[in-house]
Nanobody, 121 residues
Framework: QVQLEESGGGLVQAGGSLRLSCAAS????????MAWFRRSPGKERDFVAA????????FYADSVKGRLTISRDKAKNTGYLQINDLKPEDTAVYFC??????????????WGQGTQVTVSS
């Protein structure tokens, strides 16, 4: 069993940066791929980025490629999402997930509660 808790969200001006964290508990977190999804107002929960269990492979949605960096620190059981050059369209609730590396929500077994990111123009 894995429990996930996101933090680091907040209100930020366009052009700014944020680093979201996903703290995991459970001995098996290191064996799972980890991902970030986001749900913008009125939209579905969409894939943002994923990282393999080893951290050696990363995957990004085309819409965010170049501005976001996903990483993980297995020793700390924590994953991260660095978001640079924030835009108003990045406003969303960001969720971390653990499971098999994929762009599909159904492939992830564990989810956090989400952290709100609001970008003002």
């Amino acid at each position: 069993q894995v429990q996930l808790e996101e933090s680091g969200g907040g209100l930020v001006q366009a052009g700014g940066s944020l680093r979201l964290s996903c703290a995991a508990s459970g001995r098996t977190f290191g064996s799972y791929a980890m991902a970030w999804f986001r749900r913008s107002p009125g939209k579905e929960r969409d894939f943002v980025a994923a990282i393999s269990w080893s951290g050696g492979e990363t995957f990004y949605a085309d819409s965010v490629k170049g501005r976001l960096t996903i990483s993980r620190d297995k020793a700390k059981n924590t994953g991260y999402l660095q978001i640079n050059d924030l835009k108003p369209e990045d406003t969303a609730v960001y969720f971390c997930a653990a499971g098999g590396v994929s762009r599909w929500k159904s492939e992830y077994d564990y989810w956090g509660q989400g952290t709100q990111v609001t970008v003002s123009s």
